[in-house]
């Protein structure tokens, strides 16, 4: 469930599509470069992070644990093969992609007659739930479900085999109004889709108005975002005080923030190397649900903010390679890319989405993460082939 099985079907397409890469030998953009530019920095604070010197790899058959330890190397290489699959993904074949396009509308659609169901009978699905596992990760897992589905009503929309554009706005209504429902019962804690709701309305609309530019508009300002994130929470904890007044969980995100954003002032420059925030376990007494005083994590895990989270372990020189690979994306999406509305529209939910869960819930580094966003990255690049094959012959 959630995103959790995007990271090895990625992985799998990479794998499997390896002699792909010798023979056809692609070229490589501007942007590609400087992704592979902070990759290579990634490895680089591996050197310095608090756990340097624990083992790269475990691998014991004995036990049968086989695992990537470093947080760094995983990160690296997760993103190198998925976006190798991607590349991959767009070589198929131009008749494969109108049935990807279909793969999508029958698996999306499922999704979407699940998520109806979760409308109309929670408490049935509580108590299935209930039934296949623990209530700690059944709830969690279902956060991770209406996360991700929130980036995919655009392209459900896209998928919709209808021209109407009326339809679709009211398809698109329907979903966000139900997801809405879903995410405001009060046993999910997912501040972040609820927030993602507006926002990937608010840009759904945009990209009707602006086209393909939507992509410069994103890039820019995900630049923006990274980089002067420091900055909005230094505002931010002035503008709280002390937080007293604030709700429990807002004021202790708030104070992660603060203690995050002090740790970077330290080193500002390098930052503190890929993998070290997991490891600041200062905790702080806080009133559980019960009324019990209990030690609770400042960082729990990880920072829960992309801007705070890339500043803290890869410094500034991080930062401005990660705003870099951003604008320079969004300056090549808006000079090649599909002008169809669909596909625009789609990838427009996807990358405002990824943002708003990247800054407010999911760890920079998950895989599994941006592996859900890269599989439906590329049922938009089907919608995108499938329109091009209407127009015109692709090789």
């Given at each position: 469930m959630g995103a959790q099985g995007g990271a090895p079907v990625m992985t799998l397409i990479g794998v499997l599509a390896l002699p792909l890469l010798i023979w056809k030998r692609p070229k490589i953009s501007l942007d590609f470069l400087v992704f592979c530019a902070f990759l290579l920095w990634i490895v680089i604070t591996v050197t310095w992070a608090d756990n340097h010197g624990n083992p790269l790899v475990e691998f014991d058959l004995s036990t049968g644990v086989i695992a990537v330890k470093s947080a760094g190397l995983r990160i690296v290489l997760s993103a190198l093969i998925f976006a190798y699959a991607f590349w991959a993904l767009s070589q198929l074949k131009a008749e494969r992609y109108n049935r990807a396009v279909w793969a999508g509308r029958i698996g999306?659609?499922?999704?979407?007659?699940?998520?109806?169901?979760?409308?109309?009978?929670?408490?049935?699905?509580?108590?299935?739930?209930?039934?296949?596992?623990?209530?700690?990760?059944?709830?969690?897992?279902?956060?991770?479900?209406?996360?991700?589905?929130?980036?995919?009503?655009?392209?459900?929309?896209?998928?919709?085999?209808?021209?109407?554009?009326?339809?679709?706005?009211?398809?698109?209504?329907?979903?966000?109004?139900?997801?809405?429902?879903?995410?405001?019962?009060?046993?999910?804690?997912?501040?972040?889709?609820?927030?993602?709701?507006?926002?990937?309305?608010?840009?759904?609309?945009?990209?009707?108005?602006?086209?393909?530019?939507?992509?410069?508009?994103?890039g820019y300002g995900t630049a923006a975002l990274i980089l002067l994130m420091p900055a909005f929470i230094a505002l931010l904890s002035r503008v709280a005080g002390d937080g007293a007044s604030l709700p429990a969980s807002f004021k202790s995100r708030i104070d992660s923030y603060q203690y995050v954003f002090a740790r970077i002032q330290e080193k500002f420059l390098f930052g503190w190397g890929v993998g070290t925030t997991a490891g600041w376990d200062e905790?702080?007494?806080?009133?559980?649900?019960?009324?019990?005083?209990?030690?609770?994590?400042?960082?729990?895990?990880?920072?829960?903010?992309?801007?705070?989270?890339?500043?803290?372990?890869?410094?500034?020189?991080?930062?401005?390679?990660?705003?870099?690979?951003?604008?320079?994306?969004?300056?090549?999406?808006?000079?090649?890319?599909?002008?169809?509305?669909?596909?625009?529209?789609?990838?427009?939910?996807?990358?405002?989405?990824?943002?708003?869960?990247?800054?407010?819930?999911?760890?920079?580094?998950?895989?599994?993460f941006w592996g859900a966003i890269v599989l439906c990255a590329s049922c938009t690049m089907a919608i995108s082939r499938s329109t091009q094959m209407k127009t015109q012959k692709l090789p």
């Open positions: 999306l659609g499922i999704q979407a007659l699940l998520m109806v169901g979760w409308v109309f009978a929670f408490s049935a699905l509580e108590a299935y739930g209930r039934s296949q596992t623990d209530e700690a990760s059944m709830y969690q897992n279902m956060m991770r479900v209406v996360n991700i589905s929130v980036l995919m009503v655009p392209l459900l929309v896209a998928l919709l085999p209808v021209r109407n554009v009326w339809v679709k706005a009211a398809a698109f209504v329907l979903c966000m109004v139900g997801l809405f429902i879903i995410a405001r019962r009060p046993v999910l804690d997912v501040s972040a889709a609820i927030l993602a709701i507006p926002a990937v309305s608010l840009m759904v609309g945009l990209s009707f108005i602006l086209k393909q530019h939507i992509y410069r508009l994103l905790t702080t007494r806080v009133a559980a649900p019960d009324g019990t005083i209990v030690d609770y994590p400042i960082v729990p895990g990880h920072p829960h903010n992309g801007g705070l989270h890339v500043w803290a372990e890869t410094g500034l020189i991080g930062a401005l390679l990660l705003a870099a690979f951003a604008i320079l994306l969004g300056e090549r999406l808006a000079r090649t890319s599909n002008k169809n509305t669909d596909v625009i529209m789609s990838a427009t939910g996807i990358w405002t989405g990824a943002l708003i869960l990247a800054s407010l819930s999911y760890s920079l580094w998950n895989d599994a």
